[in-house]
Structures are given as C-alpha cells and as structure tokens.
C-alpha cells in the first residue's frame, strides 16, 4: 500500500523566481518510481518528472529537478526560472513497479505571477 | 512519443440512463490501463484496473455492477456508467502503461460527466 501527503494546498511564485513543493510519501514496495504530474487547467495530465527510487542521484528536467530523500521518504520538485505556464496543479505520485498504478497526493495548487 | 486517446471529452446524461467512456492506446499495446475518478478540486481517485481479457479489478468502495469495464484488445478499455445519478457527475480519466521496461503512465484527455 502507497500513501502521498502533499502539505502544501496552494503555493505562489513571482515570475523567473524558483519554488519547490514538497511531497512525502510511504510504500511497502521494495522497488518503486515517483512521479511528479502537473495538471493545468485543460485538466489533462502531463508528466513533469520521474525519479527510480533504486537511484541516488535526483533527477533533472530542464527547469525541474528532485530532491530524492530515500530514507526519509520525500521527494519535493523544485521549479526554476518559473513562467506563468507553469500555473497548474501539480500531484506527486509514487508507483510500484510493473502494472501496478499511480497513487495520487491531494495536490498543491501552483500559480505563477506576473 | 505514447498517445492515448479518451472520448467523448464531455457528455450529458439523464439520470436513470448508461453512459459509455472510450479509452484507445494509439501507438502502443496496454494490457493494463486503469480509470481514475476526478472530483471539482480534488485529487484523482483510482477506480478500477483493466485487465486485457479478464475481469476488472476495482477498489474498496467502487460499486462493479455501476461502474462497468471491458477491456476486449490491447488497445481498448471501456468504462460504462449504468443508471447515471447526479452525484456520479465527475471528470474520469483513463491511463495506459506502454510494456515493460516503461513505468511511465501516459493518460487520456478525461471526460466529464454531467448527469442532469
């Protein structure tokens, strides 16, 4: 069993500033992926980042990276040089490995401001 | 990159009345896809996973009988709503896994459903 908690219900960042949204999680797995998704108000959700908990080293995607904390089990995303696209609601998800599904936190809502 | 395609985008409904959600993996085979459930500023609520030629399995509080699901071939799910009632009025959103080796899950556009 998987449990998300996203402490965060609404976040706000000026413009080209950086904001990091945190994300804590649980899993009985032994082997698991985290998911960063971002859901704008179109509503259809897009991959921002994934993370293979087997590796150390966090994962970057061009204006988006992770901090992997294994052992205390939280895995924030961090957004640089934000743009106002990036306004949306963005949920961390942990999943186990093959055909098992993505177990969603309640979401931070992230707007961006001129 | 792996497209899956949802339809219709919204629908409206009377209540008492089934209503039947498309999921297509376009590019890729899915012998897995799963329905979530996605009520007004809440987060998405896992319903059921589909299983390529076997029966759905749903979570603890989703009623089977209401919420039906086939997934006859490895590009299609199917959710049907049957006997429609207002509060079943939600966004649903299916997602597709594309093979092994890929733990990403590529989801459909979701559809919303209004039961008047």
């Known amino acids: 069993a998987q449990t998300v908690t996203q402490s965060q219900p609404e976040m706000s960042v000026q413009e080209a500033e950086t904001v990091t949204l945190s994300c804590t999680y649980d899993t009985s797995e032994s082997n698991y992926y985290l998911f960063w998704y971002k859901q704008p108000p179109s509503r259809q959700m897009i991959l921002v980042i994934r993370?293979?908990?087997?590796?150390?080293q966090n994962a970057t995607e061009n204006r988006f990276s992770v901090n992997f904390q294994k052992a205390a089990k939280s895995f924030s995303l961090k957004i640089s040089d934000s743009q106002l696209g990036d306004t949306a609601m963005y949920f961390c998800a942990p999943k186990g490995s093959g055909n098992t599904p993505l177990v969603f936190g309640k979401g931070t809502r992230l707007s961006v401001i001129a | 990159g792996a497209v899956v395609s949802q339809h219709p985008s919204w629908v409206i409904c009377k209540s008492g009345t089934s209503v039947k959600i498309e999921c297509r993996s376009l590019?890729?085979?899915?012998?897995?896809m799963f329905w979530y459930r996605q009520f007004p500023k809440q987060s998405l609520m896992l319903m059921a996973t589909?299983?390529?030629?076997?029966?759905?399995?749903?979570e603890q509080g989703v009623e089977k009988d209401k919420f039906l699901i086939n997934h006859a071939s490895l590009t299609l799910s199917t959710l049907t709503v049957t006997s429609a009632h207002p509060e079943d009025s939600s966004f649903y959103i299916c997602?597709?896994?594309?093979?092994?080796?890929?733990?990403?899950?590529?989801f459909g556009s979701g559809t919303q459903l209004s039961v008047l």
């Open positions: 997602s597709a896994r594309p093979g092994t080796g890929n733990e990403k899950l590529f």
């Open positions: 993370q293979e908990a087997y590796k150390q």
């Open positions: 590019d890729f085979q899915a012998t897995t």
């Open positions: 589909s299983n390529e030629g076997s029966k759905a399995t749903y």
